[in-house]
């Protein structure tokens, strides 16, 4: 439950509501503890599944090749740590409809009309900006452009809402507990690690990324890595992901705010073709519920600060 003085508080345009633990008529959903406890704020921007009837309409894509960007199944992991008093936040929109790992300017002038040309950093130019062109593949989405004011109306519908609530539960864990810690949930194809080489020299089942150490204390980093490996999990850091807008926006270890992005090998618990989980699913989440647990028991300690 929040803070009582926090209800109704402006935090960057967006009040905490009064009522309803679970919110389900934004572009989020917002799960909540009875009691916070934990200054730890899980995250799921990739999870969001419900496809709007014009983007389906518009798609040339098969219903399952246009869900292939999705972080399937990421948020039903994590579902459990209102239990430890930590909240957490999924994404109804998926990513192909609105990254919220890409920040809100970062236009495809490829999809985009009247989208900006200079600047293009290589994930706007491969067609992953914030209104993504293209699903995993590089297969595209749409034939044709959408124009600016459509593009707009999305990142204001579904980009800021999301971020300002983000930015809000941070801020309230900063108020109650001095620090906070953002777990930047999401999952991974099998063929992103299938090169890459964890603790023992085998692939790794978990990434752990905070940008080469920019985005959170390594203090806090070793603990959640530790949690995940006490499960069982083979863990990475950075390789190949680092960590993308989430991490790179709200991690400020410097002013104790650490963001820490997490990916899951999705075959451990569903299939990659199909999306639907499979027979270790319960099994896989049982593991992450413990690791969440851990933690969640984060937001007990005062960790020393860390270069910016």
Known sequence: MIDQGLLGKNFGGYSFPREDRTMTQQPFVLHRPKERTSCVVFSSPHSGCRYPPDMMQRSVLDPLVLRSSEDAHVDKLYGEVPRFGAVLLSAVYPR???DLNRRADELD??????????????????????????????????????SRAEAQGRIDAVWHPYHRLLQALIEEARGLFGQAVLIDCHSMPRE?????????????????????G?????GIVSEVEA?????????ARNVPFAGAFVTQNYGR???????IQVEIDR?????????????????VRARITAAAEA??????????????
Request: cysteine-free; charged content about 20%; overall charge positive.
């Open 96 to 98: 192909a409809y609105v």
């Open 192 to 212: 992103a690690v299938l090169a890459v080489r964890g603790g023992k020299g085998r692939r790794p089942d978990v990434v752990i990324g905070d940008r080469y």
């Open 267 to 283: 075959s451990l618990y569903m299939d990659e073709r199909t999306l639907t989980p499979h027979s270790d699913f319960d099994a």
């Open 227 to 235: 949690a995940f490996r006490a499960q069982g999990f083979d863990v």
């Open 295 to 308: 933690i969640a028991g984060i937001g007990g300690k005062a960790l020393p600060l860390a270069a910016e």
């Open 253 to 259: 270890p410097s002013r104790r705010s650490h963001a």
């Open 109 to 146: 002038p490829a999809l985009i009309e009247g989208a900006p040309r200079a600047g293009l950093n290589p994930r706007v130019a491969s067609g992953l900006g914030v209104i993504p062109r293209v699903v995993s593949g590089g297969r595209n989405i749409y034939r044709g452009k959408m």
């Open 214 to 218: 920019a985005s959170a204390a390594p």
